[in-house]
């Protein structure tokens, strides 16, 4: 029904922006941690690959939402923008800052794994193949980090918890 695709239409535009805003949001988190952690070199590595990837996937969602007529410059910020704000703050004022940042990566990535799935499913309703295709690919990139951090969460901790015991200064960050 034509309705119901302005509608689906509508909702896709929206969204796209919102995980524009996202992103916005996530390069903002990415490089306050890669610019703050000093002992953990294996994790500001992945963290600085990722940042690169946040970049192009916010470059990518605004060609989507140039192509299906709309201006990425409309973005407003959301709600959650300010929560990762808050959490980065926590972050960097305890003890253990690297786990607080372990827990807010580990967190948005899934929150981003989310967004793009909805996304998915509504661009693929409306028959729009290149942003599935561009949606697919910042989905793989956002699995790939909640993958990396999955499989690094817990060393990362056992480091932390050890360097702690130890009194080490290089437990923090
Ligand atoms: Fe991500």
Known sequence: MADDRSETDRHLMQWLRDAHAMERQAETMLTGMESRIEHYPHL??????????TQHQSQRLEEAIGRRGGSASAVKDTVASLTTMAQGLLGSMAGDEVVKGLLAGYTFEHYEIGSYRILIAAAA??????????????????????????????????????????????AKR
């Open 44 to 53: 500001r590595k992945r963290i600085a690959q990722h940042l690169k990837e």
């Open 125 to 170: 309703a409306l028959g729009d193949i290149e942003t599935t295709r561009i949606l697919r690919e910042n989905l793989r990139e956002e699995e790939d980090m909640a993958q990396w951090l999955s499989s690094n969460i817990d060393p990362l901790t056992a480091e932390y918890l050890e360097r702690q015991d130890q009194g080490s200064a290089r």
